[in-house]
């Protein structure tokens, strides 16, 4: 079964359902929200959002991996990659929600 996926057309019509702003508006902020935040991210901030998680940079460092299929060793690039650390709170939302079982 595929997982529903959450749009930013979806979190415009939340918006705009739930706050009363016109739908322009209502992607207008959304995007605003995500920009905010993609912004802090690139220029190496965490982002915390209370009561949902935090998301972060981490540097990663150069290593050698292998080809799983060849065996060849190749090496890998530093890089830096984003990570998401949930907050207690929304741990404990999803592993009580009927649909975590599935």
């Known amino acids: 079964m595929a997982a529903k996926t ?3 057309a979806e979190l415009s019509e939340a918006v ?3 706050v009363g702003l016109s739908r ?4 207008d902020l959304v995007e605003t929200v995500l920009k905010e935040i993609s912004d ?3 220029q190496g901030e965490a982002v915390k959002i209370s009561s949902f998680g935090t998301f972060s940079i981490r540097q990663k460092g150069k290593r050698i991996g292998r080809n799983p299929k060849t065996g060849e060793e190749v090496p890998i690039l530093p890089r ?5 650390r ?3 709170v929304l741990k ?3 592993n009580r929600s ?5």
């Open 92 to 94: 404990s939302r999803i």
């Open 16 to 18: 705009y359902q739930e």
């Open 6 to 8: 959450l749009t930013r």
């Open 86 to 88: 949930a907050s207690h």
């Open 40 to 42: 802090a991210l690139a």
């Open 80 to 84: 830096r990659v984003l990570v998401f």
């Open 24 to 27: 322009n508006e209502s992607a």
């Open 98 to 102: 009927p649909r975590a079982s599935g």
